[in-house]
Structures are given as structure tokens and as C-alpha cells.
């Protein structure tokens, strides 16, 4: 009996019951094909747009990005670095907006590589403005450069437009007024810290900022109007000695007619702040415009320069008694600036003998643990 009610239930297979056995099944599948037809199509086709879209937005990206590329490649091509060295050379050798201009009148290859040197900054400017450029990428590679090379070749476009038209480099101008106005916006990248003495090695300044610091991350300056002199005391241990010893450091002091061969390197966030709890009996100084490149240009137009000056309170004068300084001390500046070839040796070596205090062996440290932590 079982069986025949089996049989005339489902006579067959599934798929073999007629409407009135499954009425619930057929009317599911009906309603999942009207949700596909009605949304899963669509759907489908909305996501291949999306897919497609996104594709399309990377291959420009990346097209953008390699084309902004293209002109750093460009700018250190042997023919735009030979421009780039007879510019320099021009400006470097012709101190006066007229002696530039004439020197150009005299020499017409002079002209044209100028005009060639300054037409690939109009030609970025123009890729910027449009777009075709990657602009981040553009500011990240050309932010100094166009700064500087713009307030450098200013007084030639300015008479060359006088002459010829007065829309002349209007792309080079566009993006310098970009440029100049994103640095404006972020100070942290503007500071540049003078190193003198210790700093200038790269292994003490690095425990100064906590980081690696690699040798060509400080660059060779001069800083007019001052000179080294061993002025600020602070308490030191010596090895073989049980009590403090008063150390006489490197500063640096008012001299009007002199100029001394400094390092300086490009401060990060949290640099200032860790270098002001090691050099504590320092105050920290604004000296950019005595600050000039090896190249005697000054800093770009944004930049500051800041230097650590003794205090008053913690200067002493050739009259100081019990103080000393440490060979160990001068052995390290000497030696950072031998590595970094600023040819200030004699300089620093002289100071030292100039100062009358007596040259004492032996390893130190600072008796402020802080401070010795960051040495």
C-alpha cells in the first residue's frame, strides 16, 4: 500500500510531476528568473562598466605618472646637464642682472642653451596644468628645482618678454606659483639645521635624531658673519677621572668679516625637537641669510636655516679656569669634516689651539643621561 502511494504521487522522477504535485517549486524557479532578468543582468553589466572604468583610470594614472617621470629623466640627460652646467656657470660667473644679459648678447650658443634649459620647465609647466603630468609626482621630483631656477632666470624672461611677448614662459610661471605656494603650505619641508661641530659626523647625528643618517644627506654651505670658538661649557665624565669635568664645545661667535665651511642637512618632523633636548645649552637661531651653497647661491626661496648658538649662561671666555677639551671630541669633528671634504680641518684645529685651554685624552660622556643618549 505504501508503494502505491508512492507511485501515484511521483509516478516518475521530480521533473516528471506534473504542476498540481510541485506547485510551490515551479512557482520559485519562475520567481528567481524574473529577479535575474529584472536585477541580475543589470547588475552584471554594471560591475563590467565598474571593471572597465577602473582599468581605464589606472592605465591613465599610470601614463601620467610615467610621463611626469619622463622629464626627470629628461632634466639628468647628457645634453640638458651640459645646458644645466653652462647656466649655472653663467649665472655663478656674471654677478649682475646686466653682465648676464650682455653675456648672452655675446654669445649665441650661450642663448640658446639657456632657452633650451628654460623651455623644458615651460613644457612641464604646461603638462602640469593639463594634467598629462602626475601632478604629486611632479611636485615631489621638481618642487626645489623650479623654485629656484625660476627666481634665478626671472630677470631674463622678464626682458626677453620686453622684446618678443609678453605671454613668453607663462606655463614655467604657472607652475612655479604652484610650487612656491605648496611649500608655502608646508613649513617641515622648508628648515635646514647648520651643523658645525659633532653634528656634522653622520653616526652622532643620527643617536641625535634616532635614525640613519646617510653621508650625503648633509650638504656642503658656508655661513658668512660667524666662526667657530670653544665657548660653551657643559659637565662631562671622563674615564679615568671620578669627578665631573668642565668640557669647553664647539659655537659659534660673531666675526664680521669671516665665513666658515659648514654642513647643513633638511630637518623631518620631530628632528628640531630631539636635537634641542641634546643641545641644551644652545639657543635655536634663524641665520638664512648668511646661509650660501657651495655653488655661493643662496637657499630656495622658502627655505630657513636654523643654527645652534650658545647661551649666554653657559658661554665662558679665555679667562675660564678648570675647563678643558676633549681630544676625543676634536678627533671626531676633525674627522667629520675630512669625510664630508669641506676643507675646514686647520680651521677647527686652530680654533682649538686659538681658545688656550688644555687638550685632554680619554673616552667621555655627558653627565645628563638624557643628553648622553642622544650623543
Known sequence: MYRDLTTRACPASPSDCSPAV?????????????????????????????????????????????RASSYIERFNSRDMMESRVSVDRWLRENETSADRLAALEDDPRLATEVRQFANLFQELGAAYQLRVAHRKTVRRLFDALVVMYWERLRFWIREYRARADPTLYARFEYLYEE????????????????????LMEPTSLGAALGRVVAEDELIPATLASHERGWTVADRVTLSEAEAPTLAAFLDLVPSPDAETRVLMFRARAGDVTRLRRREKHYDLIDVTP????????????????????????????ASAENVVI??????????????????????????????????????YAFVDPGQAALV
Open 290 to 317: 648668511s646661509v650660501r651653497l657651495a655653488s655661493r647661491a643662496p637657499l630656495h626661496a622658502g627655505a630657513r636655516a636654523l643654527v645652534f648658538l650658545g647661551r649666554a649662561e653657559h658661554r665662558i671666555d
Open 179 to 198: 610650487l612656491r605656494s605648496d611649500k608655502k603650505r608646508s613649513a617641515s619641508t622648508a628648515d635646514y639645521v647648520i651643523a658645525y661641530g659633532s
Open 22 to 66: 510541485f506547485p510551490n517549486s515551479r512557482r520559485e524557479d519562475s520567481t528567481l528568473d524574473s529577479f535575474w532578468n529584472a536585477w541580475g543582468q543589470p547588475v552584471l553589466g554594471l560591475i563590467e562598466i565598474g571593471l572597465l572604468l577602473a582599468a581605464v583610470y589606472l592605465t591613465i594614472a599610470q601614463f601620467r605618472r610615467s
Open 326 to 363: 676633549l681630544r676625543g671630541y676634536l678627533d671626531r669633528v676633525i674627522r667629520a669634516a675630512r669625510t664630508a671634504a669641506i676643507d675646514c680641518e686647520r680651521e677647527i684645529e686652530a680654533s682649538a689651539a686659538a681658545s688656550g685651554l688644555p687638550i685632554v685624552e680619554g673616552e
